[in-house]
């Protein structure tokens, strides 16, 4: 199995840009995913195939990729956006999450 | 629109069987983009990926725990199931399932159920 290592906490002023990084070999060859969790709700798809995003979600957000990290940026963060944020990718028909990062909008 | 249904039972004891259901609507679990993933994630912890039933009903488990579950679907009710023997207080969890679009590359998941709490107490 492999693992996907984010940082556990980033903090963000309103109006700022912040980025959340998801470390594993995996994702040297295949693509991330990030999801959105607010308390108490499903999770969200905001970003899939490192760079693609969903109609529904605004372009604040985006991702990117460089070897094995992937990033999730969130321009111009919103008091809305404060949440737990979780990479996943794909490995040998398996799937794995990244470790959760809590974005915190100060 | 396509939604998704978790469905079982909230306690369950230690040592016995766990059975999930996902009931789906909005698409159909023959369509040969689609398949179903079940995802656990313990009460403030991290979410957690557990099983994928593709439409070919080819199955994907979780390493670290692939002795102890069994996924399976129902097409004609739109139900995949996910089954969990063996249970101990550490898989006290929210379950959700989640239809993915999944290949060799990548499994993205746009569409999840609300999820179910599953408390494993005697």
């Known amino acids: 199995s492999y693992e996907l290592t984010q940082p556990p906490s980033v903090s963000v002023s309103p109006g700022q840009t912040t980025s959340i990084t998801c470390s594993g070999d995996?994702?040297?060859?295949?693509?991330a995913c990030w999801y959105q969790q607010k308390p108490g709700q499903s999770p969200v798809l905001v970003i899939y195939?490192?760079?693609r995003r969903p109609s529904e979600i605004p372009e604040r957000f985006s991702g990117s990729k460089s070897g094995t990290t992937a990033t999730l940026t969130i321009s111009g963060t919103q008091a809305m956006d404060e949440a737990d944020y979780y990479c996943?990718?794909?490995?040998?028909?398996?799937?794995?999450f990244g470790t959760g990062t809590k974005v915190s909008v100060l | 629109q396509v939604t998704m249904k978790e469905s079982g039972p909230v306690l369950v004891k230690p040592t016995e069987t766990l059975t999930l259901t996902c009931t789906v609507s909005?698409?159909?679990?023959?369509?040969?983009?689609?398949?179903v993933s079940w995802i656990r994630q313990p009460p403030g912890k991290a979410l957690e990926w557990l099983a994928h039933?593709?439409?070919?009903?080819?199955?994907s488990y979780s390493s670290s725990l692939k002795s102890r579950l069994t996924i399976s679907k129902d097409t004609s009710n739109s139900q995949a199931v996910l089954t969990m023997t063996k249970l101990g207080p550490v898989d006290t969890a929210t379950y959700y399932c989640?239809?993915?679009?999944?290949?060799?590359?990548?499994?993205?998941?746009?569409?999840w159920g609300q999820g179910t709490l599953v408390i494993v107490s005697s």
């Open positions: 995996p994702l040297g060859d295949k693509y």
């Open positions: 039933i593709f439409s070919n009903d080819e199955k």
């Open positions: 195939q490192d760079t």
């Open positions: 909005g698409f159909s679990l023959s369509n040969p983009k689609l398949g």
């Open positions: 989640a239809r993915g679009y999944c290949n060799n590359i990548s499994c993205p998941l746009p569409h």
């Open positions: 996943q990718a794909w490995d040998s028909n398996t799937g794995v």
